[in-house]
């Protein structure tokens, strides 16, 4: 049974940082890791995503603040998050996706995120 468990959530001024962790238990690691967000009233939108090899992608709007790593022998995917805003206020939710497709085959509970002063 597959299981993703997040870490790392909170409440943080703008401007700050956060770093997010997911680890995966039950599941190959041929899996692409990455984190989505979902923002009240909102679609969930994809954050980033990295490769078994370390290719990775990113959402325009956090590009240059936002790193995704992934650590294949733990099976753990990070998300370090720099110059925090307002509008990344969001759950944010670990996922797995196979490499042929799309959409995420496995999700976790999501964690909260929370920029405000």
């Known amino acids: 049974q597959v299981q993703l468990v997040e870490s790392g959530g909170g409440l943080v001024q703008p401007g700050g940082s956060l770093r997010l962790s997911c680890a995966a238990s039950?599941?190959?690691?041929?899996?692409?890791m990455g984190w989505y967000r979902q923002a009240p009233g909102k679609q969930r939108e994809l954050v980033a995503g990295?490769?078994?090899?370390?290719?990775?992608n990113y959402a325009d709007s956090v590009k240059g603040r936002f790193t995704i790593s992934r650590d294949n022998a733990n099976k753990t995917v990070y998300l370090q998050m720099n110059s925090l805003k307002p509008e990344d206020t969001a759950e944010y939710f670990c996922?797995?996706?196979?490499?042929?497709?799309?959409?995420?085959?496995?999700w976790g509970q999501g964690t909260q995120v929370t920029v405000s002063s």
């Open positions: 039950g599941a190959s690691s041929r899996y692409v």
């Open positions: 990295i490769t078994r090899g370390g290719s990775v």
């Open positions: 996922t797995l996706t196979l490499p042929s497709t799309r959409t995420p085959a496995y």
